[in-house]
Nanobody
């Protein structure tokens, strides 16, 4: 069983940057693929980025490609989402997630554990 605790987020002006963190506890972190998703009001949860168990494969949604970087530190059991050049349309609750078989999926229901969510607001 893995618990994911998120930190970071907040309010930033358009063009600014934020870094989200997601720390895992209660299990063995390394085998899990990790993903970041977001959900805006009235919208479905959508894939933002994912990273393979050893960090060798990163996947990104087209909407964030080139502005967002996902990384992980297996020694620290933490995954990060660095977001640059933020836009108002990036405003959402962001969630990290862990996937047990190590595959980076873009579909939320394929993930087994979820963080508590953190709000990101980007003002214009």
């Amino acid at each position: 069983q893995v618990q994911l605790v998120q930190s970071g987020g907040g309010l930033v002006q358009a063009g600014g940057s934020l870094r989200l963190s997601c720390a895992a506890s209660g299990g063995t972190f390394r085998p899990y693929a990790m993903g970041w998703f977001r959900q805006a009001p009235g919208k479905e949860r959508e894939f933002v980025a994912g990273i393979s168990r050893y960090g060798t494969i990163g996947k990104y949604a087209d909407s964030v490609k080139g502005r967002v970087t996902i990384s992980r530190d297996n020694a620290e059991k933490t995954v990060y989402l660095q977001m640059n050049s933020l836009k108002p349309e990036d405003t959402a609750v962001y969630y990290c997630a862990a996937e047990r078989d190590g595959t980076v999926y873009s579909i939320p229901y394929m993930y087994d554990y979820w963080g508590q969510g953190t709000q990101v607001n980007v003002s214009s």
